[in-house]
């Protein structure tokens, strides 16, 4: 069975050869307990751990020279102990080189515990927190809290700071004009006007064959003038002919270039010929 003196020398052995946070640096006997039962909680019931480690490295440090092989120092002094500065007690303080030869202290103020401060400061850290009063609730506020958390949690009302989040869709209103003769009486004029299709007094229409939407341009009478032209400028065009066409199948053409149901491409290559 293995002995608490070889648990922790293999648990020294194993942090240091894991673990290059802990060489090249001065680390007082204290120190080491407290890495030890950092990485191996299930040590911390061993008694006398201090004297044990201390036991452990004595033996295996060397000279400070180049023929110390396992690159493990030790200095001791009778000096204030790291953590308790009011109790002196013989100190020793332990260095594991990655290869250089470190200077030899003389005095114990030449050797400083490089982890005391970390230490010292996680241990304020949590006994502050471990201290920390918690805050009472009057009696009762606890279940009208539980209660109401449970309300607002059904309540599908965003929160203040969500509510400036949510997306509101934009729409865009087109003004239309309509002009719906008197005697035509109320017709449906949401697919209509005049017998005519909403798409001939939009601004779209207007805009796509080059005229003013907002002089009251009338689509529709504009183009017949501008078919007109196109049929006159055929007739010139086609007067040689031997067989000329009829004045029928002209405007069947025309009428079928620019009708309302073809692409916008046509309409507009129509009107740039004309």
């Known amino acids: 069975m293995m002995t608490d003196s070889d648990k922790i020398s293999k648990?020294?052995?194993?942090?240091?050869?894991?673990?290059?946070?802990?060489?090249?640096?001065?680390?007082?006997?204290?120190?080491?307990?407290?890495?030890?039962?950092?990485?191996?909680?299930?040590?911390?019931?061993?008694?006398?751990?201090?004297?044990?480690i201390k036991k452990r490295l004595n033996k295996a440090a060397g000279a400070f020279d180049e023929f110390n092989v396992q690159n493990i120092y030790v200095t001791k002094f009778q000096t204030n102990c790291p953590y308790e500065t009011n109790k002196r007690r013989p100190v020793?303080?332990?260095?594991?080189?990655?290869?250089?030869?470190?200077?030899?202290?003389?005095v114990a103020a030449d050797v400083e515990c490089a982890m005391v401060h970390k230490f010292k400061s996680f241990s304020a850290t949590h006994n502050r927190q471990r201290n920390k009063p918690q805050q009472k609730s009057?009696?009762?506020?606890?279940?009208?809290?539980?209660?109401k958390r449970n309300n607002n949690s059904t309540n599908t009302t965003p929160r203040r700071s969500q509510r400036n989040k949510q997306t509101i869709p934009s729409v865009t209103v087109t003004p239309m004009r309509f002009n719906v003769d008197e005697d035509e009486g109320e017709g449906d004029s949401g697919s209509a006007t005049g017998g005519r299709a909403i798409y001939w007094s939009s601004p779209e229409a207007a805009a796509l064959f080059?005229?003013?939407y907002s002089a009251d341009d009338d689509v529709v009478d504009l183009l017949e003038k501008v078919i007109e032209k196109l049929d006159n400028a055929i007739e010139h065009f086609i007067g040689s002919?031997?067989?000329p066409p009829t004045q029928q199948s002209k405007k069947q053409f025309i009428l079928h270039q620019i009708r309302p149901e073809s692409s916008g491409c046509n309409r507009a290559r129509v009107l740039c010929n004309i």
């Open 241 to 243: 002919l031997s067989i």
């Open 210 to 212: 080059g005229f003013n």
């Open 138 to 147: 009057l009696p009762g506020t606890s279940q009208k809290r539980n209660k």
């Open 11 to 52: 648990a020294v052995t194993s942090i240091t050869a894991n673990h290059p946070l802990y060489k090249d640096m001065w680390i007082c006997d204290e120190s080491w307990v407290r890495i030890v039962n950092m990485h191996f909680k299930d040590l911390k019931d061993i008694k006398n751990m201090r004297d044990i």
């Open 92 to 106: 020793s303080y332990y260095y594991f080189g990655t290869g250089r030869v470190p200077h030899q202290p003389t």
